[in-house]
């Protein structure tokens, strides 16, 4: 029977041989798009693509499979793992399956075989969820996410992350470039979540100055510094009951980084001069323009707290992978922008729409807006053409 979906296989096994046999088995059952790791490292740099299965080698370089475990389950808890080692060991089996792993073979002649009928058995599963996520996600109210706009096939499967998320807890991380809209994709995940009629609160937390961020951020008590006349509450308990977006994470001081994985972990916080802990009741999201992981092994942002945060990963495509979202989106901006300014609405004529879409807006959904406003300033006729539209590389 041909699979409606095709599962993504994830093998980390420092073997080149040994994983290029399981990468040949697995492919020839005909439903797996497998890729093969030989290091952790290179592994968890391809995490956030979200394999269906991964199988781990217990003996990997710089890191053991049980501490690769560890931190998959930090990241996915749901992903399914097949541990492979070469012997016995009472110890590790009982760790790795007290972590959750969904199969544990020993490297022999009948491994191959072991790990063939695993997998089948996993693929039947994961696909019976996917055939009901799909079914799911087809009923998607547009209307909800009115403030995100276009229909392009990358836009429609952000909408549905959202879709999936909302309703949780869990904390959110937004990645994309600058531009892209990925306050917009926060504000919507909060604003069709259980705490939609608390506050939504956005903190930049690259705008803050260091000796201030902890004050910002947790609060003051008076007296607590020079200059704290009074006590002042921080952004944290603002959004209790609510959201708090922190934009720009990776930007953030890698002295408060610390401070921040204590929240998380507990959900309290202390103002600043005072001891008496605060129970938060509030949702962290979060968003970068960075790889994360790329300031991990350079030493700009902590390992434990890139992990705490990948509670569920949104991207946010750029402009240029969203197909025909471009004219939709000028549209948008065009009709927006005229009503705001009392203005009578214009159209672009055709030439311009060409443009549109050829550009490849390093800028994205920010620099398109500029540029549609730009052009309504501009434009002296009813149509704006084709002359009309300034681009970045125009001011060069």
Not at 19 to 31: F, H, M, R, T
Not at 160 to 171: C, G, H, P, Y
Request: with cysteine; hydrophobic share 40%.
């Amino acid at each position: 029977m041909e699979q409606l979906f095709q599962n993504k296989i994830f093998v980390v096994e420092d073997d080149a041989i040994f994983g290029s046999v399981i990468q040949k088995a697995l492919e020839q059952d005909g439903n797996s798009k497998v890729t093969l790791f030989q290091t952790g490292e290179d592994f968890f740099n391809n995490l956030y693509l979200n394999p269906d299965i991964i199988t781990i080698d217990h003996s990997l370089p710089g890191k053991d499979g049980i501490e690769v475990l560890k931190q998959i389950r930090n990241f996915n808890v749901e992903i399914p793992t097949i541990f492979f080692s070469g012997a016995i060991n009472p110890e590790v089996v009982i760790d790795a399956y007290e972590i959750g792993v969904s199969g544990y073979i020993i490297k022999n002649e009948r491994a191959i075989e072991k790990l063939r009928n695993c997998v089948k058995d996993l693929s039947v599963k994961i696909n019976l969820k996917k055939e009901i996520s799909l079914l799911r996600d087809k009923i998607l109210d547009r209307g909800r996410y009115s403030d995100i706009v276009g229909e392009s096939k990358a836009i429609l499967q952000v909408l549905r992350l959202i879709q999936k998320v909302e309703k949780s807890n869990v904390t959110v991380l937004i990645t994309g470039n600058s531009g892209t809209g990925k306050e917009l994709v926060a504000q919507a995940v909060h604003n069709n979540s259980p705490r939609r009629k608390k506050a939504f609160v956005p903190v930049n937390v690259s705008a803050i100055p260091e000796d201030l961020i902890e004050s910002e951020l947790f609060g003051h008590e008076k007296g607590a510094f020079t200059g704290a006349i009074e006590r002042r509450i921080g952004k944290f308990e603002e959004a209790m009951g609510g959201s708090i977006f922190l934009d720009e994470i990776g930007d953030l001081h890698i002295n408060f980084q610390t401070k921040l994985l204590r929240v998380l972990q507990e959900n309290k916080i202390c103002r600043l001069g005072s001891n008496k802990e605060i129970v938060l009741d509030v949702r962290i999201i979060a968003a970068t323009n960075k790889n994360l992981w790329e300031n991990v092994k350079a030493g700009k942002f902590r390992e434990d707290l890139f992990f705490r945060l990948q509670g569920f990963m949104i991207h946010m495509p750029p402009l240029c992978d969203r197909e025909n979202d471009v004219l939709t989106l000028a549209r948008h901006f065009l009709k927006e922008f005229c009503r705001k300014n009392s203005m009578l609405l214009k159209t672009f004529a055709k030439e311009a729409e060409m443009r549109l879409t050829i550009y490849p807006w390093p800028g994205n959904v920010r620099e398109l807006k500029a540029l549609v406003e730009r052009a309504v300033l501009i434009s002296d006729e009813n149509e704006i053409k084709s002359d009309d539209l300034i681009f970045s590389y125009d001011f060069e």
